[in-house]
Structure formats: structure tokens, C-alpha cells
């Protein structure tokens, strides 16, 4: 089955931490996003890619980093200089020439 | 700057009635539109777009919505709400010709559907 798979479900992690969130597709698409969501705030674009070892900034990019090594694969790690990082974050994924995004599950993290 | 504007955080409606869900947008170059559906700790599942053609867009589970350019806006409908349409309700917006495929998203409707 092809899709977006996002690990883990639930992460939990102390201050001061980075932590590193999973994100494989294996629907040969070319461009990938993460979003950060928020109750009451809608989606928020942190970085997207369109190609491989290439990515931008979206709207909340601090505090936060990715890398896109391989087609597959777009992780993105939260550093410690983000301030408030507790909050569901979905990946998804888009073909060129096709305009809707593809998501995965979520990942919902919890830093205390 | 594109945005996105859904006015009502959340719409409670009895199970079998008609239920309207609002998005307007705000942007300076041509559109295309997107309605989402989000279940509890889920991800967003497509429900519908407008890319181009006929103004209204019938999409998966019995909604539709209809694209109003001179409104800028994009509401999504459904004759008859079920139980199972409890959900969140994201409209998201993409600049035609931007080449990013990036989304603007409103801050999504949540429907609460009564028995």
C-alpha cells in the first residue's frame, strides 16, 4: 500500500532535548512538507521540499531543522531552541503537477 | 498576502439536517482550493478541490462545495450530516502558478454532529 508513515505515534521528551521525527512515503513524490498544528491555529508550514538536498523555510521555521537526503525520507528535528515545542506534527506530500498534499498520521510530541 | 478564513470554530448540527461550513480567502493572483477532514489524532484526509472547470466540486462522503470568485470564498455543504461526520474541517488555499504547491490553511471548523 503506498502512503505516508509517520514515528512514532507518541513522543515524549525532556527540555533541552532534540528529538527527531520520522517521516517515509513511498509514493514516488517529488515534494514533501511538515506542518505544525496547534489547537485553534490551524496548520503552520515549518519547511517543504520539492527536491532532494534541497528545502525552504515556511512560516515557523525557528528552532526547528530537516534535512532531504533521499526521495523517501524528510525528518525533521526539533532543536532546543525551539520554545514551545509540544504540539502534533503532520507530514505530507505532493506530485508535481498534482496540487492536493498527501498526509501522514501525525506525530504527537510532548516536551515537559 | 494569501489568507485564509474560516469564521466559525464550531458548528453543532443535528444528525440527518443540512450543514454549511464557511471559508473565504484573500488573495491577488488566481487560486486553487482545498477542503480537508481531520478525525481525532489523525491525519487530514482530502475531501474535495477546485483546480479549474465547474464552479462546484462534489467530493468523498456526500460533500460538496461551491467556488464563488467574486466572494473569494469556498463553502463546503452536505444535505444530510451523519454521526460519523464529527470532525475538523480545514479549507486550505494554493497560489496558481507559485510553483511550491504550499498551503495557506484557516484555523478549521470543528462539526459536531447531535443525535
Known amino acids: 500500500d503506498g502512503g505516508i508513515t509517520q514515528s512514532p505515534k507518541y513522543l515524549f521528551r525532556k527540555e533541552g532535548q532534540n528529538v527527531t521525527l520520522s517521516c517515509e512515503q513511498n509514493l514516488n513524490h517529488d515534494a514533501m512538507y511538515w506542518y505544525r498544528q496547534d489547537p485553534g491555529q490551524g496548520l503552520r508550514l515549518i519547511y517543504y521540499?520539492?527536491?532532494?538536498?534541497?528545502?525552504q523555510k515556511g512560516d515557523i521555521a525557528e528552532g526547528y531543522s530537516v534535512s532531504r537526503e533521499k526521495k523517501e525520507s524528510f525528518p525533521l528535528t526539533v532543536t532546543s531552541a525551539q520554545k514551545n515545542p509540544t504540539a502534533f506534527y503532520l507530514c505530507?506530500?505532493?506530485?508535481?503537477?498534482?496540487?492536493?498534499?498527501?498526509f501522514g498520521p501525525g506525530t504527537r510530541l510532548t516536551v515537559t | 498576502a494569501q489568507s485564509v478564513t474560516q469564521l466559525d470554530s464550531q458548528v453543532p448540527v443535528f444528525e440527518e439536517a443540512p450543514v454549511e461550513l464557511r471559508c473565504n480567502y484573500s488573495?491577488?493572483?488566481?487560486?486553487?482550493l482545498f477542503w480537508y477532514v481531520q478525525y481525532p489524532n489523525q491525519g487530514l484526509q482530502l475531501l474535495l478541490k477546485?483546480?479549474?472547470?465547474?464552479?462546484l466540486v462534489k467530493g468523498i462522503n456526500g460533500f460538496e462545495a461551491e467556488f464563488n470568485k467574486s466572494q473569494t470564498s469556498f463553502h463546503l455543504r452536505k444535505p444530510s450530516v451523519h454521526i460519523s461526520d464529527t470532525a475538523e474541517y480545514f479549507c486550505?488555499?494554493?497560489?496558481?502558478?507559485?510553483?511550491?504547491?504550499?498551503?495557506?490553511f484557516g484555523t478549521g471548523t470543528r462539526l459536531k454532529v447531535l443525535a
Open positions: 488573495s491577488s493572483v488566481s487560486v486553487y
Open positions: 477546485y483546480l479549474s472547470g465547474s464552479t
Open positions: 521540499s520539492q527536491i532532494v538536498n534541497d528545502f
Open positions: 505530507a506530500s505532493s506530485s508535481a503537477g498534482m496540487y492536493e498534499q498527501y
Open positions: 486550505a488555499v494554493s497560489e496558481e502558478g507559485s510553483g511550491t504547491y504550499k498551503y495557506i
